[in-house]
C-alpha cells in the first residue's frame, strides 16, 4: 500500500510560481501512474495534471496547459507539480494520487484523468493566490 504525502504549497501573489512534490512510499513507485487534482471551497475535484507509468506522456487541465507541468522522478519516489504564472483562481487544496498499473504493458503511456481511477490519495496541501 503506498503513502503519499503532499508539500510546497503556500500563500503566493499572482504572477509567482510553486513546486509541490508528492512523496511517496510503501510501494514500487514505477507501478503507479500519478495525477494531482485539487478542490477549491464549495467546489468538486478536479484533474489538474497527470503523468504516465512511464513518464512519457503527460495530461493538464485546459486552464493550467502552459503554465503547470507534471514530472516524476522514478529514483526519488516523487512526482512534481510545476506551478508558474498563479492565479486568483488556482486557489484550492492540492491533492496526489497514484493509480497502481494493472496491466503496464498495455497502459505504459496512459493518463489517467478521473478520480475514481485512483487507488491512493495524500492528505492535500493548500495552495492560496492572493492578487
Known amino acids: 500500500q503506498v503513502q503519499l504525502v503532499e508539500s510546497g504549497g503556500g500563500l503566493v501573489q499572482a504572477g509567482d510560481s510553486l513546486r509541490l512534490s508528492c512523496a511517496a512510499s510503501g510501494g514500487t513507485f514505477g507501478g503507479y501512474a500519478m495525477g494531482w487534482f485539487r478542490q477549491a471551497p464549495g467546489k468538486e475535484r478536479e484533474f489538474v495534471a497527470g503523468i504516465s507509468l512511464s513518464g512519457g506522456r503527460a495530461g493538464l487541465l485546459n486552464s493550467v496547459n502552459g503554465r503547470f507541468t507534471i514530472t516524476r522522478d522514478n529514483a526519488k519516489n516523487t512526482a512534481y507539480l510545476q506551478m508558474n504564472n498563479l492565479e486568483p483562481e488556482d486557489t484550492a487544496d492540492y491533492y496526489c494520487?497514484?493509480?497502481?498499473?494493472?496491466?503496464?504493458?498495455?497502459?505504459?503511456?496512459?493518463?489517467?484523468?478521473?478520480?475514481?481511477?485512483?487507488?491512493?490519495w495524500g492528505q492535500g496541501t493548500q495552495v492560496t493566490v492572493s492578487s
Open positions: 494520487a497514484a493509480v497502481q498499473v494493472r496491466s503496464p504493458i498495455t497502459n505504459l503511456m496512459r493518463v489517467y484523468t478521473s478520480p475514481r481511477d485512483y487507488d491512493y
